[in-house]
């Protein structure tokens, strides 16, 4: 059985999406693609012989669409995702869900609503060598983790005029780690302790952001995570997860343009990191996409491998740190909590 879908986003990342479901995802087809940029979903659309929508309710309302993916920009997400939702589609989100937890609430009440299945855009959690850290955890065999250390620099910033309305790095950037963190441990964060400073680009700073940062997780069961970020490493992208116990760790490690090695009387030398996101994770975007099918095809009951609540968590963790770089001290995630409810 083919699970059709509505590509919504023709940009960089849902133009990736919409070509991986056309032609590398077995089982999966786009009917239906729409951008609010009529040009780009004309082009998307033409490469892949989908038709172009009018509107958001054309794309989810369609007979011919089984699933809508959701690769627009943030602040559309929660809108598009409602519409979806009521329109009785499965749905597969980008990260964030957005940088409004009030937002964020009211798109998974409607899907709770609806009752249909979603899955939100942490790759990371597919990625071959990071899933084997967490398979080595999740089955003792690191026995019991002291400590998680996850390593993530990207080889340059992004555009400023990206940096200015991106959320933070925290929200940009650092919420991949903060998600694997949970992954990871398989638990759940209660304390935050982060510090921010700009060393890359001080244009950055004038944005109203920080390039580089430390943050120190506390976790429900009692496990520390650290996470080192960086907006440049000159020797590319760097990608790095370690969770170390009691019987010993479990490591991902860098992925190089291909795997060879030098060794000569003056050294080892070997070729130069991956230096873009799109390459490092292709694998993951991949099996991403195999494990929405299964998802969707296991039907009600199933459990999502990237649920609405692991899409909440680091945007509420990301709102601890930024309070916690800012006052200089811990924030417990009661405190973000109890401060949304009251909201």
């Not at 892949?48 to 602040?75: N, P």
């Not at 200015?164 to 398989?186: C, E, L, P, Q, W």
């Not at 370690?242 to 010993?248: H, I, L, Q, V, W």
């Not at 991902?252 to 343009?257: K, W």
Request: contains cysteine; negative net charge; aromatic residues 6%.
């Amino acid at each position: 059985m083919t699970t059709r879908f509505a590509v919504l986003g023709c940009g960089r990342i849902g133009k990736m999406h919409a070509e991986m479901l056309a032609r590398q995802v077995p089982g999966a087809s786009v009917s239906v693609v729409f951008d609010v940029v009529d040009a780009a979903a004309q082009a998307v659309g033409a490469d892949i012989g989908a038709r172009v929508a009018t509107s958001l309710a054309d794309a989810v309302t369609a007979d011919d669409v089984d699933a809508v993916a959701i690769c627009t920009s943030t602040d559309t997400h929660v809108d598009a995702m409602v519409a979806a939702a009521e329109a009785g589609k499965a749905i597969f989100c980008e990260k964030p869900i957005s940088l409004d937890i009030a937002e964020v609430d009211r798109g998974l009440a409607a899907v709770a609503a609806a009752r249909v299945p979603l899955q939100i855009g942490f790759n990371r959690r597919f990625d071959p060598s990071h899933k084997a850290v967490a398979d080595a955890v999740k089955h003792g065999a690191v026995g019991d983790v002291h400590l998680v250390n996850i390593i993530s620099r990207d080889p340059g910033p992004p555009p400023i005029e990206y940096i200015k309305v991106s959320g933070g790095i925290f929200n940009d950037m650092t919420i991949h780690d903060f998600d694997m963190a949970r992954y990871v441990t398989g638990s759940d964060v209660v304390e935050v302790y982060a510090k921010g400073a700009v060393r890359v680009d001080p244009a950055i700073g004038e944005a109203g952001d920080v390039d580089t940062a430390v943050v120190l997780l506390t976790h429900a069961n009692g496990v520390l995570t650290t996470i080192d970020n960086s907006r440049r490493a000159a020797y590319g992208y760097d990608q790095r997860v370690e969770a170390f116990g009691s019987n010993g760790k479990a490591a991902s490690n860098n992925h190089h343009d291909f795997n060879a090695v030098l060794a000569t009387d003056q050294g080892f030398r070997q070729p130069p990191l991956q230096n873009f996101f799109l390459e490092r994770y292709a694998r993951s975007y991949l099996d991403q996409w195999d494990a929405f099918m299964a998802y969707v095809a296991a039907g009600s009951g199933a459990q999502s491998p990237a649920s609405g609540a692991d899409g909440r968590a680091p945007l509420v963790i990301g709102k601890a740190a930024l309070r916690s770089m800012q006052e200089n001290r811990p924030v417990a995630i009661d405190e973000i909590d109890a401060q949304e409810n009251q909201s």
